[in-house]
């Protein structure tokens, strides 16, 4: 959020000893002659218009930075001041400046109540962590826990293989014009543009090719010099060329697939032209086993294991708590 000056605003400030408002450039108390206290607060005199200050040498004593207090007598002085104006004390040590870049409220008559400052004014939350979350969580913990443990104890048990089942497939992929969009700077080289627009595409802090100026309400800002500084935050829309494209690309076409429950499996085959070619294969096999009047399965992309799986063989098993086999070996 970049912030833009739209100009410098007189303040005014109240005297705590006499309650008189003071314009926000006198020193010292119009009525009574009270230094301005160290914790003085401006306050914007009209909160509906901005009177902008002509006067450069005032605009340029705002930008010179927050005044600082005499640490004698209190009285304000302006930044760049090396002695005190009332009592011409040594500013250099133990001067204290104000502080600025507060964000100053529109002016309250007398009577009314000043709003409370929002951002300061929330408490932190503290409330009590909800029990049921924590109970709730707790058994999930629980139960994930059991059922890590059931998976990762096991029996060995003996078995014999009942049958088998083979499954492979390949994808075939066409080399086709296809069409796609993307940004301007993101196309590749060897793609055909077809046509383009402005698209909004992201929030910048910078002014770009193609943006747009978006500017929020202005506000006044302590100076702490006694004069607001108005500003704005603004941001900028960057648009940018979006756009549609042609280009040959591999895609994918159809799946090709073959089983059996035999020992040896194939690939499916398939006859490739030039724009064609296989893409990823995969390849599953299961076999089943029998144990007592237990009935278990293993699944795997072992080919070689598959392969040992004689039905009427005999097989060690690793199975767990939850009836899954983990691990098998033939038993010669
Ligand atoms: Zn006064
Ligand atoms: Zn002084």
Not at 20 to 25: E, L, R
Not at 148 to 174: G, N, P, Q
Not at 216 to 240: I, N
Not at 244 to 258: F, P
Request: charged share 20%.
């Amino acid at each position: 959020m970049a912030r833009k000056i739209l100009g410098y605003i007189e303040l005014v400030w109240t005297c705590d000893s006499c309650k008189t408002k003071n314009p926000g450039a006198i020193k010292s108390c119009t009525s009574c002659g009270a230094p301005q206290p160290l914790n003085v607060r401006f306050e914007q005199v009209d909160p509906n218009t901005f009177n902008f200050i002509k006067d450069e040498a005032l605009i340029r004593m705002a930008r010179s930075g927050p005044d600082k207090h005499c640490p004698y007598c209190g009285t304000r002085n302006t930044a760049d001041a090396k002695t005190c104006v009332q009592c011409g004390g040594d500013l250099s040590v133990g001067a204290t400046s104000r502080p600025s870049g507060e964000v100053i409220e529109p002016y309250q008559p007398e009577g009314a109540a000043s709003p409370e400052r929002s951002a300061h004014a929330q408490a932190p939350k503290t409330g009590k962590a909800p029990v049921i979350l924590i109970l709730v969580l707790l058994a999930v913990c629980v139960f994930g826990l059991f059922l890590l443990i059931s998976m990762l104890r096991t029996d060995k048990i003996t078995a014999t293989v009942s049958s088998t089942r083979w499954e492979r497939a390949v994808i075939v992929e066409y080399y086709q014009l296809t069409r796609d969009s993307d940004w301007a700077a993101n196309i590749p080289l060897d793609a055909t543009i077809q046509d383009c627009s402005l698209k909004y595409h992201y929030d910048s802090d910078e002014p770009a090719e193609n943006s747009e100026e978006v500017c929020g309400e202005p506000y006044t800002v302590d100076t702490g010099t006694g004069v607001g500084q108005v500003v704005q935050d603004c941001y900028y829309k960057v648009y940018e060329e979006y756009c549609s494209y042609e280009a040959m690309r591999w895609t994918y076409g159809e799946t090709l697939r073959l089983s059996g429950t035999d020992l040896n499996a194939v690939w499916p085959a398939a006859n490739l032209t030039s724009t064609e070619r296989i893409g990823q294969a995969t390849e599953t096999y299961t076999i089943w086993f029998s144990a007592g009047s237990k009935q278990y399965d293993l699944q795997t992309t072992d080919y070689a294991l598959y392969q040992q799986a004689v039905p009427g063989s005999e097989w060690s098993l690793q199975v767990n708590k939850l009836g899954a086999v983990t691990a098998a070996t033939p038993r010669d």
